[in-house]
């Protein structure tokens, strides 16, 4: 996977996640808004960072190869 389709695809899904957080504190005390970041935001946010560090480590191995 290209990493800038990688950002593309996170930016969706958290801004989507925000909309969804932004639109629920009219409704919903801070106890549910903070279940529901984490149960939203957090993990995509998570997966992001680990599938980085992943192509970063996977970038360093195949420049290690090369040489």
Same mark, same amino acid.
């Given at each position: /996977?290209?990493?800038?389709?990688?950002?593309?695809?996170?930016?969706?899904?958290?801004? +989507?996640?925000?909309? /969804?957080?932004?639109?629920?504190?009219?409704?919903?005390?801070?106890?549910?808004?903070? /279940?529901?970041?984490?149960?939203?935001?957090?993990? +995509?946010?998570?997966?992001?960072?680990?599938?980085?560090?992943?192509?970063? /480590?996977?970038?360093?191995?195949?420049?290690?190869?090369?040489?």
């Amino acid at each position: /996977m290209n990493w800038k389709i990688h950002i593309e695809q996170i930016s969706h899904k958290l801004s +989507v996640a925000c909309f /969804m957080i932004r639109n629920l504190t009219h409704t919903l005390n801070a106890d549910i808004l903070r /279940m529901a970041y984490f149960a939203y935001f957090q993990p +995509v946010l998570e997966y992001g960072i680990f599938f980085g560090e992943i192509q970063h /480590m996977r970038n360093k191995y195949l420049n290690y190869k090369k040489e």
